[in-house]
């Protein structure tokens, strides 16, 4: 059975602090997704990666895939109250099937 | 730009009570899903259809069933509804493995 398992599960911190949340497994996914899902909405996609060692940036948001494919983390630079909310990553497990993490809640207090 | 929506958004059922969950997606996608997200667990995969005319099992499929009525429509049944069915089930849909989009979510309460 495939796993990702998301780490912190829950993280508060002040406006314009670092962090950075993980998404890691046993097994190794083709590709490697990265949601934000808010209060009352479903899951919006920020970013996929494929290639192991890929790194992409979205604004302040820098995301990298593991070079074995089995990892990836979300870095958020200088963290604005707008970037709170759930973040899920998911694998790609074929037949377009994804496995889900469990999510980190994340709170950017001004 | 509907995208993906889901009917009704809220609902409370008592145990042993049927109803079906609605979903319609605009975008021409072959592939559509239904999760359910507790919390804590994250999304949970429940049907999935990768193409009109077929639908198949996911991770947690007891208790449901489903529809793909047409390429637009995939609708989810709770036939007798528990407890343990209460959620948030969620509608999505894809054309490729690297992008699902979701509705808004059905908040269900079964007491």
């Known amino acids: 059975t495939q796993l990702l398992e998301q780490s912190p599960q829950f993280l508060s911190i002040q406006e314009g602090e670092n962090l950075t949340v993980y998404c890691n497994s046993s097994?190794?996914?083709?590709?490697l997704q990265w949601y934000r899902q808010e209060p009352g909405e479903g899951p919006v996609l920020l970013v996929t990666?494929?290639?192991g060692g890929e790194v992409k940036k979205l604004k302040r948001l820098t995301f990298q895939f593991g070079d074995a494919r089995k990892d990836s983390s979300l870095h958020i630079t200088a963290a604005q109250p707008g970037d709170t909310g759930l973040y899920l990553c998911?694998?790609?497990?074929?037949?377009?099937?994804?496995?889900w993490g469990a999510g980190t809640k994340l709170i950017i207090k001004p | 730009n509907a995208g993906v929506t889901q009917t009704p958004k809220f609902q409370v059922l008592k145990t042993g009570q049927s109803m079906t969950l609605q979903c319609a997606q605009d975008?021409?996608?072959?592939?559509m899903y239904w999760y359910r997200q507790d919390p804590g667990m994250g999304l949970r995969l429940i049907y999935y259809?990768?193409?009109?005319?077929?639908?198949d099992k996911g991770e947690v499929p007891n208790g449901y069933n489903v529809s793909r009525l047409n390429k637009r429509e995939f609708s989810l049944r709770l036939e007798s509804a528990a407890p343990s069915q209460t959620s948030v089930y969620f509608c999505?849909?894809?054309?490729?493995?690297?992008?699902?989009?979701f509705g808004q979510g059905t908040r269900l309460t079964v007491v």
């Open positions: 999505a849909s894809s054309e490729t493995a690297y992008e699902a989009f």
């Open positions: 975008m021409n996608h072959n592939s």
């Open positions: 259809s990768a193409s009109e005319g077929t639908t």
């Open positions: 097994s190794v996914f083709s590709s």
């Open positions: 990666v494929v290639t």
């Open positions: 998911a694998g790609e497990a074929g037949d377009y099937q994804l496995i």
